[in-house]
């Protein structure tokens, strides 16, 4: 198994760079967010909370559809 990349914010004097915003950000991160949330959704489901697994599917779903669309070229 490989291990995850790890990518670090650009940070200025403490802060996050101007150009970052929560957008970029979970983009820069989009498949650890998904990760987590399977995870969440595979825990939940163990734990016999399918309606709560589902909810979390459905969110990962939501940007997994998202990001797939921004990727698309135009028609």
């Given at each position: 198994m490989r291990a995850p990349?790890?990518?670090?914010?650009r940070w200025?004097?403490?802060?996050l760079a101007d150009d970052e915003t929560v957008?970029?950000?979970a983009q820069l991160y989009l498949g650890n967010i998904?990760?987590?949330?399977?995870l969440?959704?595979?825990?939940l489901a163990e734990q016999g909370?399918?309606?709560?697994?589902?909810?979390y599917?459905?969110?990962?779903?939501?940007l997994a559809e998202a990001y797939?669309?921004?990727k698309s070229p135009p028609p």
């Open positions: 990349a790890i990518r670090t914010a200025r004097r403490g802060r957008a970029s950000i998904l990760y987590a949330l399977e969440a959704a595979t825990t909370k399918p309606d709560d697994a589902a909810y599917r459905g969110l990962a779903r939501k797939g669309r921004s």
